[in-house]
C-alpha cells in the first residue's frame, strides 16, 4: 500500500511560480507512475502530468506543457510538479496519485490518491 501526502500549494499572483511535493510511503513507491490531477470548483478531476516508475515517459496535459515540470526522487519517495507562469485558471486542488498505467494520451488507472492541496493564482 502507498499513502501519499501533498505539500507546497498556495496563494500566487498571476505570473509566479509554486512548486508541489507528495511524500510517499510504503515501499513499493518506486514500482508505481505517478500522476498530478487537478481539481477546480465544478469541475472534474483531470490529470495534468505523469511519470514513469524510473522517471522516463513524462505527460503533460496541453493546458500545462511548457510551464509545469513533473520528477520523483525514487531514494526519498517524492514526486513533484514545478508549476511556473501560473494563471488564473490554473486555480484548483491539486492531488497526488500512485497510477496502475497511464499512456500518452493520459489516459490512466490511479490506484492510491492524495488528499490535495490548494492552490489559488489571482490575477
Known amino acids: 500500500q502507498v499513502q501519499l501526502v501533498e505539500s507546497g500549494g498556495g496563494s500566487v499572483q498571476a505570473g509566479g511560480s509554486l512548486r508541489l511535493s507528495c511524500a510517499a510511503s510504503g515501499r513499493t513507491f518506486d514500482s508505481y507512475a505517478m500522476g498530478w490531477f487537478r481539481q477546480a470548483p465544478g469541475k472534474e478531476r483531470d490529470i495534468i502530468a505523469a511519470?514513469?516508475?524510473?522517471?522516463?515517459?513524462?505527460y503533460y496535459a496541453d493546458s500545462v506543457q511548457g510551464r509545469f515540470t513533473i520528477s520523483r526522487d525514487n531514494a526519498k519517495n517524492m514526486v513533484y510538479l514545478q508549476m511556473n507562469s501560473l494563471k488564473p485558471e490554473d486555480t484548483a486542488v491539486y492531488h497526488c496519485?500512485?497510477?496502475?498505467?497511464?499512456?500518452?494520451?493520459?489516459?490512466?488507472?490511479?490506484?492510491?490518491w492524495g488528499q490535495g492541496t490548494q492552490v489559488t493564482v489571482s490575477s
Open positions: 511519470i514513469g516508475w524510473s522517471g522516463g515517459n513524462p
Open positions: 496519485a500512485a497510477l496502475k498505467w497511464y499512456s500518452n494520451v493520459g489516459s490512466n488507472e490511479v490506484e492510491y
